[in-house]
């Protein structure tokens, strides 16, 4: 049986790059191969505590060789994207020199203010594959002399099946007509939650981060939700609650990010059925602009307001099919078969 490695500096949690890395294991699984799950930190098979962000200390000589050893091909999912853990990156990239490597990126150091002028670029080597989320990552790697191949971020469309709507707003505390807008993301600059509590504010509905405020955005949360007049609900995992469960409680998304590399909310909203509010960062705007996705404005709150009184049975339909003909996780398995024919 053929080994696979997965590598990063977190796995198995909500985030985007644990979801996302939790469904290409599973692909590779359904192909046959037995997957190892490498990373600093999280419910993995193995763990270098120097892979992790932030850490105390740089990943040792070998480590991440021994972690990977015996395994056909090792998939580095966002660690060697942009400059967050250098020393992390460098590891992994010594690692693999010359070796069978699919390098998974999500984050680019261009698309984040905190790197421009570092001119800090992902690693290559001839032996490596790169796969980005979307065709403007793509093209800016190429740009800049990496060619990578692009797979779009991806769900299952009975994803949300399992929430509880009922149960879930009890655990919150969330009366039966009350408006619960979710937004389902961590607490960064990038992430808009400033304009996400004024949308809720607008539309009348109690506000709810499920996320947890990192990259140093404490305080600035702090003083954005003291601020606000609006009902606030923070955090998931501490109720015990699920993203389906979430997604099922709420009447209404927000993503209301200046940038993401993708987004993964855009397609959880659509298989979940529930009005979404957008922000049109660039890649979010390509793929309104690519699929015809029926969203509403972030600064909209009485359209999303009417939208979650009385939701349209035809936008949500729209959004729902695109999602599972464009995007469906059932296509995975064919497309890191092709995948792997390149690299191995």
């Known amino acids: 049986m053929p080994a696979a490695a997965l590598v990063s500096f977190r796995l198995g949690g909500p985030d985007g790059v644990s979801v996302v890395a939790g469904q290409w294991a599973w692909a590779l699984g359904q192909l046959g191969w037995s ?8 419910p993995v098979d193995v763990v270098v505590p120097g892979l992790a962000w932030p ?3 740089d990943p040792a000589p070998g480590e991440v060789a021994d972690a990977v050893a015996g395994c056909d091909v090792v998939i580095v999912e966002n660690l060697c994207s942009s400059p967050l853990h250098p020393a992390a990156a460098a590891a992994v990239a010594v690692a693999r020199r010359s070796r069978p490597t699919v390098l998974h990126h999500y984050d680019l150091p261009w698309e984040r203010d905190r790197y421009l002028g570092s001119g800090w670029s992902p690693p290559d080597d001839p032996a490596w594959v790169h796969v980005a989320i979307s065709d403007r990552a793509a093209g800016a790697l190429a740009e800049r002399g990496i060619a990578a191949t692009v ?7 009975a994803w949300a099946a399992a929430g ?3 149960r879930t707003r009890e655990v919150l505390g969330v009366a039966g007509r009350e408006r619960l807008l979710l937004q389902p993301t961590r607490a960064l600059a990038r992430k808009g939650v400033a304009d996400a509590l004024a949308l809720a504010a607008t539309a009348g509905a109690t506000f709810w981060l499920t996320g947890p405020a990192e990259e140093g955005f404490e305080p600035e949360l702090a003083a954005i939700l003291a601020e606000s007049p609006t009902r606030i609900l923070r955090g998931a995992d501490r109720h015990g609650l699920s993203m389906p469960d979430a997604y099922a409680a709420a009447d209404g998304v927000v993503v209301a990010s200046s940038w993401e590399g993708f987004g993964l909310p855009l397609l959880e909203a659509a298989v979940a059925r529930r009005p979404l509010a957008v922000r049109r960062y660039p890649v979010a705007a390509d793929l309104e602009r690519a699929h015809g996705f029926a969203w509403l404005a972030v600064d909209d709150g009485p359209g999303l307001r009417r939208a979650m009184d009385h939701p349209d049975p035809a936008a949500l339909d729209r959004n729902e099919s695109i999602v599972r003909d464009c ?3 059932h296509a995975l ?3 890191l078969a092709a995948l792997l024919e390149t690299v191995l």
């Open 151 to 157: 797979e779009p971020l991806r769900i299952d469309s």
């Open 55 to 57: 850490a105390a200390a």
């Open 164 to 166: 509880q709507r009922q």
């Open 327 to 329: 995007f469906g996780v």
């Open 333 to 335: 398995p064919g497309r």
């Open 35 to 42: 997957v190892r799950t490498v990373a600093g930190s999280g």
